[in-house]
């Protein structure tokens, strides 16, 4: 089974995926527009949270199970090149925070939906971005400006 929903992410995140300027503001950008994404779907906290995800259908698991793997490893790939340009912390474990940023994401999509959706959640990018940021920047990096984040 072929999750549209994933390609249809992945469209929506590749220009800061795949573009050539910082990475920090490329993951900025990553982040506000996959919550813009699933800001205007409420069915996929819906999903994540259904019996037939978790219980019922492997094949569905086994879908949405990639299209996570797909975006941390993404990620990961633009915190290793931040590591390189001396933007993250050289330290980092671009694997684990990678998978602990899709986590955070996931926590804040289900809250939005347990809230009856009663926020927009883009909204929520500097929230997710000022928790991340001060974790992986490098020593005496500057918190980017997000006037190039839509």
Same mark, same amino acid.
């Given at each position: 089974?072929?999750?549209?929903?994933?390609s249809?992410?992945?469209?929506?995140?590749?220009?800061p995926?795949?573009?050539?300027?910082?990475?920090?503001?490329?993951?900025?950008?990553?982040?506000?527009?996959?919550?813009?994404?699933? =800001?205007?779907?409420?069915?996929?906290?819906?999903?994540?949270?259904?019996?037939?995800?978790?219980?019922?259908?492997?094949?569905?698991r086994?879908?949405?199970?990639?299209?996570?793997?797909?975006?941390?490893?993404?990620?990961?790939?633009?915190?290793?090149?931040?590591?390189?340009?001396?933007?993250?912390?050289?330290?980092?474990?671009?694997?684990?925070?990678?998978?602990?940023?899709?986590?955070?994401?996931? =926590?804040l999509?289900?809250?939005?939906?347990?809230?009856?959706?009663?926020?927009?959640?883009?909204?929520?990018?500097?929230?997710?971005?000022?928790?991340?940021?001060?974790?992986?920047?490098?020593?005496?990096?500057a918190?980017?400006?997000?006037?190039?984040t839509?």
């Amino acid at each position: 089974m072929k999750l549209w929903l994933g390609s249809a992410l992945f469209r929506a995140i590749e220009g800061p995926l795949h573009a050539s300027g910082s990475p920090s503001r490329r993951l900025r950008q990553i982040i506000r527009r996959q919550l813009r994404f699933i =800001g205007r779907r409420e069915g996929i906290p819906k999903l994540l949270r259904s019996d037939r995800l978790h219980f019922e259908s492997p094949v569905l698991r086994r879908s949405v199970t990639g299209v996570m793997a797909r975006y941390q490893a993404e990620v990961a790939q633009l915190i290793r090149i931040g590591v390189e340009r001396g933007e993250f912390r050289s330290d980092l474990d671009s694997e684990h925070i990678a998978r602990m940023l899709a986590l955070v994401i996931q =926590g804040l999509v289900i809250n939005w939906s347990l809230s009856g959706f009663s926020y927009r959640l883009e909204h929520a990018t500097d929230d997710v971005w000022n928790l991340f940021w001060p974790a992986v920047r490098a020593p005496g990096k500057a918190l980017p400006d997000a006037t190039n984040t839509v």
